[in-house]
Structure formats: structure tokens, C-alpha cells
């Protein structure tokens, strides 16, 4: 079954051929006066609407924005329990400190795998009516074996990009050598089967370089790709870490020196994407900045604009977790991004798409595994399309907080 999308008012497909001509007044990856098709799961075709092929249905977007669907590649969805009064004490004038993820950790242990199940999907049907089409998220409030195993597998089955995060936290009365060689043994043993990534919160109050290193190096010798929570609550080890690991992602990214902003840029220097042969290997370590979690700590926001002005590849991601961030909206981080952090908003829409799928390594497809590019709309790649109630992207942040959301394709399926 063909669909025809056509009357739309501005595609961004975000997909940079390296052929925008600024003459024409076109922004790189936006096209107007646009149609695609969309055939079972695939896009199979992108052009002008006066050439668009027939097909067995057309939807008429009637002057609306058509994007990818938001690629959300940060989130902790996998929880039970409640930090209200951790949120008010903060509003109230408390730091963040990373011993709330303890309090949640209690939670998710006594929740049954039902209850997990139910509050899991939820949380994803909320992310996908907001415009998420595809989403990684991460163990990390199991912290022992049977919990950390547990919820691989439960996110397993909901979830393509499953991240093993039993080094988010040193359990409370454990030792944290001793912790750390459990992760990296036993623990990451168990989890291996249900994860494609591993993760580590780098960090005063949660794991030193030391321990960090040990838990990265131990996880890409066991075959996962690497992602790193770094540099969020000050300065530190985890950009450089990261980099020099070749982990595909660094979140958080608050407190950045020159030099972390240097390796960075440095990671890139050799892609042969976004214009060139779109290569993973060639790819560095993604910037990925979490505007929703910055502002729920009263953090300073991560210079996403820096960054980009430096030459690194950036993501916009929710961070959805009960502690730093309890949303899943990347529109509203979009509209932060933009309002807040200095960036246009088709840099913004670019991070919260193909610069998700960049993070995850899924911007392009890798027919091996049958899996297809997400994040931007060409030829070939996910049919995940995003539909503003809008003429265009613009109005995510000229009309902040407004429920823009009208239609939502996943894998060629109208799910909104
Ligand atoms: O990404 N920083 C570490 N992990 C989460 C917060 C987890 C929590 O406080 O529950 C984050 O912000």
C-alpha cells in the first residue's frame, strides 16, 4: 500500500545532499511545494509535488510542516516511584545530587515486572504522541544483577536501543571498586543478551575516571557500543573519556573547557557525512545536550551553540527520568534549544532528529541487522513523519508550549 503525502506547507526532510542553494531562499534539508510516498515501513519517494507518482492513498496536509519524527536518543523510562519532593526541595533552592537515583532504585526493585511493563508503555505512548518515533532507553535503577537483567530485558521489549547503565550509581553500603568489578563482570554478563550500548554517569558523587574507564573499556570488549554521562554537575573526565573511547555519545555536556570542546570538534574531523558517504565509521562522539533536564536542575544550559560553531555533530534528547527531567517532549527541548540556547530552529529540528539518529548510529541503514536510517526523510529510510498543526518548524518556538502535534507516522503506520 502507496500513500501520498502532498499540500504540505515545508518539508524538513534534514537530509543534507550538500546541495542547498541559499540563491533559491531554501534552508539546507527544508524543502517547499514537497510531496513524498510512502510505501509499507519505507519512504519511497521525496520531490517537488508537481512530479509526485501515484499512489493507492493520499493525505492532504493542508499547508501543515512535515518533519522526521523526533529521534530521542536519551531516556531513563524505565522506573517506578516518585521525586516530587526531591523537585520542590530544588525549586526550593537544594542542589542536585545524584543519591536520588537511590530512591528510585528502591522503587523499581519492588515494582513487578507488570507494573514496570504498564508504567513503560505509558511512558512510550506519551513520547510517541508527542511526535517520538524512535527512542533509546536505559537500565540503571536496577543497580544489581537480577534488576539490572531485568530491566534489559523488559526495555528489550519495547525498545530497539536498550543502553546497560548499571554504573549510574554505587548502591548505598556497597563498595565502590567492588561495585564497579561487579558491572563490569557479572552484571554486564547478564545484560549483555539485551543491550545494544553501555553507559556510564561519570561524575563527582556517582563514578571516577578511574572506575568509568574500567566500566567502558569492559563493555566494548563485550561487543557495545559506547555512550557516556558526562561533564553535567562540573567540570571533568567524561568528554575527554568518551572521545577518546569512541563512544558514539556525551550527555550532558554542561560544563565544558576549551579542550573538551577541541576533542570534540577533533572526533569529527575526518566524517565523511552529512554530504559524503553518510559513514558510521567515520563518525564521532555527538554533543548531546538535555535543555529540559538543564532547566529542571537549574543548571547552566549546555552551549549547544558553542558547540556547533566549533564544528560537533549535537543531539537534542529528552533525558526523560524521574529526578532531572520528568517529560518526554522533545518538542518542548526543541523550543528550549532555540528560545534559550542560541540555536536556529532548523539546527534545532537537525539535533532533535538527525542528530539523534547520529547519536544512535542509525542515520544511516544497515540492511545487516534489517534496520533503516531514521531521523531524516530520503529515499529508503524509516517512514517516520511528524506533522505540525503548522505551516512550519518555526512555530515550535514561536508558539512555545503549544500542542503542535497533529499526525505521527512510525515505520509507515499512522499512529496519531
Ligand atoms: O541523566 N545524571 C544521571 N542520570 C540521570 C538522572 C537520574 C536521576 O536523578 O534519577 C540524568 O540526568
Known amino acids: 500500500m502507496t500513500l501520498l503525502i502532498d499540500n504540505i506547507g515545508e518539508l524538513s526532510t534534514q537530509h543534507l545532499t550538500g546541495e542547498a542553494s541559499p540563491e533559491s531562499g531554501e534552508t539546507a534539508g527544508v524543502l517547499r511545494d514537497a510531496a513524498v510516498v510512502l510505501d509499507g515501513e519505507r519512504i519511497a519517494w521525496v520531490g517537488a509535488a508537481r512530479s509526485a507518482p501515484d499512489a493507492d492513498e493520499r493525505y492532504d496536509a493542508e499547508g501543515r510542516a512535515v518533519l522526521p519524527g523526533w529521534v530521542d536518543s536519551h531516556s531513563h523510562l524505565v522506573f517506578a516511584g516518585d521525586r516530587t519532593a ?4 530544588r525549586m526550593a533552592g537544594q542542589a542536585y545530587a ?14 513487578s515486572d507488570g507494573e514496570l511493563r504498564r508504567l513503560l508503555s505509558a511512558r512510550l505512548a506519551e513520547a510517541l504522541a508527542g511526535g517520538t518515533t524512535y527512542l533509546e532507553t536505559k537500565t540503571g535503577y536496577g543497580l544489581d544483577v537480577p534488576n539490572e537483567a531485568r530491566s534489559a530485558v523488559l526495555a528489550g521489549e519495547f ?30 554478563a547478564a545484560v549483555r543478551p539485551h543491550v545494544r550500548w553501555a553507559d556510564v554517569f561519570c561524575e563527582t558523587g556517582a563514578f571516577t575516571e578511574e572506575q568509568s574507564r574500567r566500566v567502558l573499556e569492559a563493555c566494548r570488549d563485550a561487543g557495545l557500543g559506547l555512550r557516556v554521562h558526562g561533564n553535567q554537575l562540573g567540570p571533568g573526565a567524561g568528554v575527554r573519556l568518551a572521545v577518546e573511547l569512541g563512544a558514539a555519545s556525551v550527555d550532558h555536556v554542561n560544563f565544558l573547557d576549551e579542550a573538551d570542546v577541541e576533542a570534540l570538534a577533533g572526533s569529527w574531523a575526518g566524517w ?3 554530504g559524503g558517504g553518510q559513514s558510521t565509521a567515520t563518525a564521532g562522539t555527538v554533543a548531546t545536550v538535555l535543555p529540559a533536564c538543564d532547566l529542571s536542575t537549574r543548571a ?12 560537533v555533530q549535537i543531539a537534542i534528547a529528552s533525558n526523560c527520568n524521574p529526578g532531572t527531567s520528568y517529560t518526554s517532549s522533545v518538542s518542548f527541548c526543541v523550543t528550549t534549544a532555540v528560545l534559550q540556547m542560541g540555536l536556529t530552529v532548523q539546527e534545532a529540528v537537525r ?6 539518529a547520529l547519536a544512535l ?38 508558539r512555545p508550549g503549544m500542542p503542535l502535534t497533529h499526525a505521527v507516522w512510525r515505520a509507515g503506520e499512522r499512529v496519531r
Open 272 to 274: 565523511s557525512g552529512p
Open 98 to 111: 545524584a543519591g536520588g537515583i537511590g530512591v528510585t532504585t528502591g522503587a523499581t526493585r519492588s515494582a
Open 361 to 398: 548510529r542509525r542515520h544511516v541503514g544497515t540492511d545487516a541487522d534489517g534496520q533503516r536510517a531514521v531521523g531524516s526523510i530520503a529515499v529508503g529510510h524509516r517512514a517516520d513523519l511528524h506533522v505540525l498543526d503548522a505551516p512550519s518548524a518555526t512555530h515550535l518556538a514561536y
Open 300 to 311: 547552566p544550559l549546555a552551549p549547544a551553540r558553542r558547540l556547533l560553531d566549533a564544528g
Open 159 to 188: 525498545v530497539d536501543e536498550v543502553t546497560y547503565l548499571g554504573a549510574h550509581l554505587v548502591p548505598a553500603g556497597a563498595d565502590a571498586e567492588e561495585y564497579t568489578s561487579l558491572v563490569c563482570g557479572e552484571m554486564l
Open 351 to 356: 539535533a532533535a532528529t538527525f542528530g539523534g
Open 86 to 89: 526531591e523537585f520542590e526541595a
